[in-house]
């Protein structure tokens, strides 16, 4: 497969562009300025797209059989303090990514759009997730020692995920654990829905490499288009 990345020098974006490549998939990987990456892996190549800009978008499809957008504002695998304080500032900025990488698939609506989300909007129980309550938003954020100005945040990826909603193109919304950090590829993992799925501690958690090992695997076997997944051990 050809397979696009945007975010592909952040935390995710990186990680999944290693399990395309490793896999024998082509990959271009999108960054806000890619003019200066000097990067010879094979199969891989770089160039600059802007998120918020559906001209900038539809200019790099052509020849893509599925776009992975793991777009955050700044770069939080360099600086996660800016990538905060960005979220905070504009929370809208992840809407009106979404909309713009939709309004782009007009002019490719074969290609699929897979978009690596938050996982604030996940039911904890039956019609209850924390995005909409701020009691339960702001204990996850304490636990994952994030400040309650992120709440924001995580509400604008709600919004996000409710404008692919309203869309009838080929797109696919990933909710992380709710605790996703940098470890160990095991590559074995649950899958679930609208729900998190909780391991034995009933904690909602995932390494950021197996998170892309499903990204990869939804990429090259979809088995959600037009719906959320999430993944947990």
């Not at 501690?201 to 950021?208: K, N, T």
């Amino acid at each position: 497969m050809h397979i696009g990345v945007i975010g592909a020098t952040g935390t995710i974006g990186s990680r999944v562009v290693i399990e395309a490549l490793r896999r024998g998939h082509r990959v271009t990987a999108f960054s806000r300025d890619a003019s200066a990456i000097d990067d010879p892996r094979e199969n891989l190549g770089w160039a600059s797209v802007d998120v918020l800009d559906a001209a900038s978008i539809a200019a790099v499809l052509p020849g893509l059989d599925i776009l992975i957008s793991g777009f955050q504002p700044g770069n939080a695998a360099k600086d996660i303090t800016d990538t905060i304080q960005r979220s905070v500032a504009d929370p809208t900025v992840y809407e009106r990514a979404a909309r713009a990488l939709l309004k782009a698939l007009d002019s490719q609506p074969g290609t699929r759009l897979l978009v690596v989300g938050g996982a604030g909007s996940l039911e904890i129980e039956p019609g209850v997730t924390r995005a909409d309550h701020d009691e339960l938003l702001h204990e996850a954020l304490d636990a994952l020692g994030l400040p309650r100005e992120y709440a924001a945040a995580v509400r604008g990826h709600r919004d996000a995920l409710n404008v692919l909603r309203t869309s009838n193109r080929l797109w696919t919304y990933f909710s992380p654990a709710e605790q996703i950090t940098p470890g160990e590829r095991t590559g074995r993992f649950r899958i679930g829905g609208d729900q998190p799925v909780l391991d034995a501690d009933g904690l909602s958690r995932i390494s950021v490499e197996d998170a892309a090992v499903a990204l990869v695997d939804e990429a090259e076997l979809p088995r959600f288009v037009q719906r959320r997944f999430t993944i947990g051990y």
